[in-house]
């Protein structure tokens, strides 16, 4: 069931944005393109691909080396190679839903001063800041969220005598 699962997120992600925007790139003007590329590339995409590769590479690497069929029969770069052709082959559609996302959320003149602000020192500390920054606020986030439930429940016993069956 996992690797159905992944295999139908892996296809998502790499097929899943196609149709739509090539059609939704053909609306966008040159201009309003060329600031929301200079915005975009400043988070360096490249780095998702990377990750995705990196990741995908692990799982199914592991995957295929643990499962008895092919106990000593995988060829690791075999994996890997596939892989990173099917996420380089589906990063231009990638690529294109960002920045088809950037159109639809902001106008030029929206894009002029997020690319003023990234350009300010403020901008940059951001840009250097943000990844590391929001990592750790959504493991923060994740922790909080776990410790929510048992809260919510001790409350709702307390306070209206409503036990939570699981």
């Known amino acids: 069931m996992k690797k159905i699962l992944l ?3 892996v296809c998502t992600l790499v097929f899943g944005f196609s149709g739509e925007s090539q059609a939704k790139e053909d609306k966008i003007s040159k201009k309003k393109r060329t600031l929301i590329e200079k915005i ?3 988070g360096n995409p490249g780095l998702a691909a990377k ?3 990196d990741g995908y590479s692990k799982m199914y690497t592991d995957v295929l080396t643990k499962d008895e069929a092919y106990k000593g ?3 690791i ?3 890997i190679n596939v892989v990173h052709n099917t ?3 589906g990063f231009t559609e990638y690529y294109e839903k960002i920045v088809t996302l950037y159109d639809e959320a902001f106008t030029i003149e929206e894009l002029k001063t997020i690319d003023e602000f990234y350009r300010s020192k403020a901008g940059k500390k951001t840009i250097e800041t943000m990844p590391g920054l929001s ?3 959504m493991n923060f986030g994740r ?3 776990k410790a929510l439930g048992p809260k919510i429940e001790a409350e709702l016993l307390k306070k209206e005598g409503y036990k939570i069956k699981k």
């Open 73 to 75: 029969k995988v060829d």
């Open 135 to 137: 990592k750790e606020i």
């Open 77 to 79: 770069d075999a994996v």
């Open 51 to 53: 990750s995705y590769k």
């Open 7 to 9: 295999a139908l997120i």
């Open 40 to 42: 975009v590339n400043i």
């Open 143 to 145: 922790e909080w969220g």
């Open 87 to 89: 996420v380089n082959d």
